[in-house]
C-alpha cells in the first residue's frame, strides 16, 4: 500500500499523475514511482523518499505518454527501496501497481520460479505482474489475462494495471482495498482517494467489492467478481481541490487543530431541530433500530478506538446502556459474543481500515442485525457496508496524526448516546443539559486554543526527554491514552497512559526528575482521589505537569506546573481537554524538527491488516 493514481487521456498524463501523487502524501510513504506506455515501450522513473524526489528524476530524464500508472509505496513486503518500489514490471511488457497484501504470493512465487520468471524485489506485488504476463501468453486482451490473475490470488489488493501490447487499455481491480475511477470527458483516472484526481474532476465512480473495470480512451467497462457487465453510478464529489491548502499554517496538523471549532459546528448543524437531535440524522431507519437494541460494541482502531473508550462512559453512565468497546484488529480473533439486538458502532475516519472492515462484517456473520458507521468521507466502503451512518463533516484530514477527526468523532458519539439513551434512562433534562454542552463546545475550544503559546513555551522541556507519562481518570484516561499516542507519533518520544489510581501498581517505580507525568484534572467526582495520585508523584520527585479546570484553588511549586483551562461542562470536558494534548504533541515535535504531518512508519489510511 499506499497510494495509487492513473490514467487514460487525449494529453500527456505524467505531470497528471506526480500532481494526484502530491496529493496522497498525506497517507504516508517510503518511496514513489511511475510508468507510462509510449513507443511500444513501458517507461519507469522510481525513487526511494518523497514524491519530489521523483519529480526532479522525471525533469532529468523526461518522460511522457497518454497511459500510465503511479504510486507511494509504504513498506509491507520488502524494505523501503527502489527495487521494492511500485510500479512493478514484468518482462518490459506488464507493469503493475498495487494496495494490499497478497497472502499467498509465496506459493505463488515458487512456481513462478519454476516457469524461468525472475524476481527483482522482495514484494509480494511482483507476483501480480508475472502472473498477468502469464496469463497473457494464453489470452487475446488485457481484461481476460488479469481476470485470470486475480482468480489465483488470496488476500486483498486495488490494481492498476498497464501493458505495452495494449496502449489503449488501462485495467482497474479492487477487492478489500479502495479504488475509484475519475470520468473525465474523453479521459479517466484512477485513484485510491478521490483527493488525487480533485484537479482533473470531480464525477467518480467508486468500484465495489471484486469489480473489474476496463478503461479506455472514450469508453469504460466495468465487470462484478463474476465476471457479469455492471453499471456503477457517476457520483458528484462536493470536495474542492484547494481544500488540500496548509493555507498560512506551518503544518497541516495545526491548521487541523485549529479547525475544530469549524468542523464541530459543521457535525452538529441541520441535526437539531429546536435544541431537539432528529435522529433521522442516523439514517432513514434509525428510530426503528434504535427501538430494538439493548446494547451497543464499538470497533475501532487508533485514534478512534480511544473515542470509542470515551464514549463508552457516556453510554454507561448518562444512558446506562451495556457498552463493549475493542480494537478492530483483535475483536474477529477472540470469539466474541454477539447479539442480535447489540448494535455494532464502527469508526473511521477514512472508512477504509482494513481491520475496522473486516470486524464489521465478522460482527454480521455472527448475528449482529444492525450496524452503524460514524466516519468522515461519504463514499467509503464502511458506510456501504452500513444500515445507519452519521458522517462527522470534519473535512479532509491531511495530517497522519489525527486531530478534528477525532474531536468530531466524538460529538458524532454523544449524539448517538442522546438517540439511544432516550431509550433507557436519559431523562429530558440531562439531554437537554448535554445538548446545550455540545452547542457550547466551538466558543470553549477558541479558549483552549488561547492556550497556544502558552504550551508552545511548555514544549521546550520535553525537547531532550526520552519518555513521558499521562494520567487521566475515568472518561479521561482515554484522553491522556491519545495525548500519549499524539506525543510518540509524531516526536518519537515514548509516552505511556495509566489510570491514574494504577500508579502504585507498578508505573510509579518509572517517577523521576526526567520523566514529565501529564496529568488531565478537570473539576468532576474523581478529583480528590486524582490530587491523592499527583501527590504520589509529587513526593517521589516527579515532575507534574497539570491541566486543570480555572475554578479550582491549587498552587505550582518546584514539582508542579498548572496549566488553566476554561471551565466547561462535566458532560464534554474530555473534548476540551483533548486540545492541549494536540497543541502539546505539535510543539515538541516541532522543536524535535521531525516530520509532523508525515511521521516516519506511519501511513494515514491503513487498508491492510
Request: charged share 20%; glycine share 6%; aromatic share 6%.
Amino acid at each position: 500500500m499506499c497510494g495509487i493514481v492513473g490514467g487514460i487521456a487525449q494529453r500527456d498524463v505524467v505531470p497528471i499523475l506526480i500532481e494526484g501523487l502530491k496529493r496522497l502524501e498525506y497517507r504516508g510513504y517510503d518511496s514513489a514511482g511511475l510508468a507510462v506506455v509510449a513507443q511500444q515501450k513501458i517507461f519507469r522513473h522510481r525513487e526511494l523518499g518523497k514524491v519530489q524526489g521523483l519529480e526532479r528524476l522525471i525533469a532529468d530524464e523526461p518522460i511522457a505518454g497518454t497511459l500510465g500508472i503511479a504510486h507511494t509505496r509504504w513498506a509491507t513486503h520488502g524494505k523501503p527501496s527502489t527495487q521494492n518500489a511500485h510500479p512493478h514490471i514484468c518482462n518490459g511488457s506488464v507493469a503493475v501497481v498495487h494496495n494490499g497484501i497478497i497472502e499467498n504470493h509465496q506459493q505463488l512465487k515458487n512456481a513462478q520460479l519454476g516457469q524461468g520468471y525472475v524476481f527483482t524485489s522482495e514484494t509480494d506485488t511482483e507476483v501480480i505482474a508475472h502472473e498477468i504476463h502469464a496469463q497473457l501468453q494464453q489470452q487475446d486482451n488485457l481484461l481476460s489475462a488479469v481476470q485470470k490473475a486475480i482468480a489465483k490470488f488470496e488476500g486483498a489488493y486495488a490494481l492498476g494495471v498497464i501493458s505495452k501490447s495494449f496502449p489503449d487499455t488501462l485495467i482497474a481491480c479492487r477487492k478489500g482495498s479502495p479504488l475509484v475511477i475519475g470520468v473525465g470527458i474523453g479521459e479517466y483516472f484512477i485513484a485510491s482517494d478521490v483527493a488525487a484526481l480533485l484537479p482533473v474532476t470531480q464525477r467518480f465512480i467508486f468500484l465495489e467489492e471484486g469489480d473489474v473495470a476496463e478503461i479506455q480512451f472514450n469508453q469504460l467497462a466495468i465487470y462484478d467478481e463474476n465476471q457479469q457487465p455492471v453499471q456503477r453510478p457517476i457520483k458528484e464529489s462536493q470536495l474542492r481541490a484547494e481544500s488540500n491548502s496548509k493555507g498560512s499554517y506551518r503544518h497541516y496538523m495545526l491548521k487541523e487543530i485549529y479547525e475544530q471549532p469549524r468542523a464541530i459546528s459543521d457535525t452538529l448543524e441541520g441535526r437539531f431541530i429546536a435544541q431537539r437531535l432528529q435522529e433521522s440524522a442516523f439514517g432513514h431507519n434509525a428510530k426503528t433500530v434504535f427501538d430494538t437494541i439493548k446494547s451497543v460494541q464499538i470497533i475501532a482502531c487508533g485514534t478512534s478506538y480511544h473515542a470509542g473508550l470515551i464514549a463508552r462512559y457516556w453510554f454507561e453512565k448518562f444512558a446506562r446502556v451495556s457498552c463493549q468497546v475493542d480494537v478492530a484488529s483483535e475483536f474477529r480473533y477472540r470469539h466474541p459474543v454477539v447479539t442480535p439486538d447489540t448494535l455494532i458502532v464502527t469508526i473511521s475516519q477514512s472508512g477504509e481500515t482494513a481491520d475496522t472492515l473486516a470486524a464489521l462484517k465478522e460482527a454480521k456473520r455472527l448475528g449482529a442485525n444492525y450496524a452503524l458507521a460514524i466516519c468522515n468521507v461519504p463514499e467509503s466502503s464502511l458506510v456501504r457496508e452500513s444500515d445507519l451512518v452519521l458522517m462527522t463533516r470534519a473535512g479532509a484530514e491531511i495530517g497522519v496524526a489525527s486531530t478534528k477527526a477525532f474531536t468530531t468523532q466524538l460529538v458524532a458519539l454523544l449524539m448517538l448516546v442522546i438517540a439511544v439513551g432516550r431509550r433507557f434512562a436519559l431523562d429530558k433534562v440531562l439531554e437537554e443539559k448535554i445538548t446545550a454542552a455540545l452547542f457550547s463546545l466551538p466558543a470553549k475550544m477558541n479558549e483552549a486554543l488561547a492556550l497556544d503559546t502558552q504550551i508552545e513555551g511548555l514544549a521546550e522541556q520535553f525537547a531532550e526527554k526520552e519518555h513521558a507519562l499521562f494520567l487521566g481518570r475515568g472518561s479521561h484516561y482515554p484522553v491522556a491514552m491519545e495525548g500519549a499516542l499524539k506525543l510518540k507519533e509524531i516526536s518519537y518520544i515514548h509516552a505511556e497512559a495509566y489510570p491514574a489510581g494504577e500508579l502504585k501498581h507498578g508505573p510509579l517505580a518509572l517517577i523521576d526528575a526526567d520523566m514529565p507525568v501529564i496529568t488531565i484534572a478537570p473539576n468532576n467526582n474523581l478529583l480528590e482521589k486524582l490530587k491523592s495520585n499527583m501527590q504520589e508523584v509529587s513526593a517521589r520527585g516527579g515532575q507534574l505537569i497539570v491541566f486543570m479546570d480555572e475554578t479550582l484553588e491549587a498552587q505550582a511549586d518546584e514539582n508542579t506546573q498548572i496549566i488553566r483551562m476554561p471551565k466547561v461542562e462535566n458532560e464534554i470536558s474530555p473534548l476540551l481537554y483533548t486540545i492541549p494534548m494536540q497543541l502539546l504533541a505539535y510543539h515538541v515535535a516541532v522543536l524535535k524538527g521531525t516530520d509532523v504531518d508525515q511521521p516516519r512508519n506511519l501511513a494515514k489510511s491503513v487498508t491492510v491488516e
